[in-house]
């Protein structure tokens, strides 16, 4: 059963899609693991690292985007959807004719930016859903039993928290149905918590924050940490109250990138932020990182991963992808 990991960050530009692109490319090219990517970020940026957008746009057209999972939830349709249809097989063309063919790819779209306030604005009866039909006979016994308990009728907290649930995991039903076919399945989510992104999390073992060692960039990561923490407390609550069971996404570590090595006061400032975050997060923190460096432009025009350039600074960050993806391994695997 592979391993869900979802990346994040409450900041843009921090390289939480170009981290995930890579150790997803290295799990693959160096490691011989079965890796799916799910963009779940509406700017498309992890879509475009893998593919050049006239070849996304045929895709599109003829398999549709992660949004057209979350439209058939929403036009409740769920139960019937085909995801096969959705995943981009050989999505990364590396030259003319190599591929990484352990690597596919469920792309996104700028139509997944409504998503979110068609979530939060549906509403949905009990016999419309099918979260309630696969649990009806535990939500009846949990409402009894609350009943015969409290003396209250609880089948509004119980069909609150069933909805609750419902809208949570939408990506875990469909997650649940091939994560047996991946060794890891790594999800770039877009820097907010909203709905569909609580839908990330929900279907994930692991979350990673890659950040910038500065300010702005780190200043939201116990912020960020303690928003999951509530989300995770209320999720497996909301389970509870419905009869059903919930499991907690756990942090798997907090990466820095785009680390500086120029410039005195950049460089001091990097240092001590970075010593301030390992001071409180302690193992939590990854030993690697990365570097600020060139080489990120020029392979991500070629839709292609660094490791594919020769030019020596690439190849020097390419390297650090190695680093961090062998310690990724050791924090969400233990290998």
Not at 36 to 57: G, H, K, M, S, Y
Not at 213 to 229: A, C, R, V
Not at 234 to 244: D, F
Not at 258 to 276: E, F
Request: overall charge neutral.
């Amino acid at each position: 059963m592979g391993k869900v990991i979802s990346f994040i960050n409450y900041k843009g530009g921090v390289g939480k899609t170009t981290t995930t692109y890579h150790i997803g490319c290295a799990l693959a090219l160096f490691h011989d693991k079965k890796v799916l990517l799910i963009d779940v970020d509406p700017q498309t940026n992890l879509t475009f690292l893998c593919a050049i957008p006239e070849r996304w746009q045929k895709f599109k057209e003829n398999n549709g985007t992660v949004a057209k999972l979350f439209h058939a939830y929403l036009n409740n349709r769920l139960d019937s959807f085909d995801l096969g249809k959705i995943i981009w097989r050989f999505s990364i063309r590396i030259g003319t004719n190599e591929v990484i063919s352990e690597l596919e790819l469920i792309p996104s779209d700028v139509e997944l930016l409504g998503v979110d306030i068609d979530l939060a604005a549906k509403t949905t009866r009990k016999n419309e859903t099918s979260f309630y039909h696969e649990h009806i006979n535990v939500l009846r016994r949990t409402i009894g039993k609350l009943k015969s308990e409290f003396g209250v009728d609880a089948s509004h907290n119980v069909r609150d928290a069933r909805f609750y649930i419902e809208q949570r995991s939408i990506l875990k039903k469909v997650i649940d149905t091939v994560k047996d076919k991946y060794d890891y399945i790594l999800i770039d989510c877009p820097p907010n918590l909203y709905l569909v992104t609580q839908n990330s999390l929900a279907a994930s073992d692991y979350y990673v924050i890659t950040t910038i060692p500065d300010h702005l960039s780190t200043i939201g990561i116990e912020i960020l940490t303690n928003k999951i923490s509530a989300l995770n407390k209320e999720l497996v609550q909301k389970y509870r109250i419905a009869g059903a069971n919930g499991k907690a996404v756990t942090l798997g570590g907090i990466l820095f990138t785009m680390v500086r090595t120029a410039g005195p006061n950049i460089v001091t400032t990097n240092k001590k932020i970075m010593h301030d975050i390992h001071e409180k997060y302690g193992e939590l923190c990854f030993g690697n990182y990365v570097l600020w460096g060139t080489g990120y432009v020029e392979a991500a025009a070629q839709a292609a991963p660094v490791f594919s350039l020769r030019e020596e600074n690439a190849m020097r960050v390419a390297e650090q992808y190695k680093e961090v993806t062998k310690e990724f391994l050791q924090k969400v695997d233990g290998d």
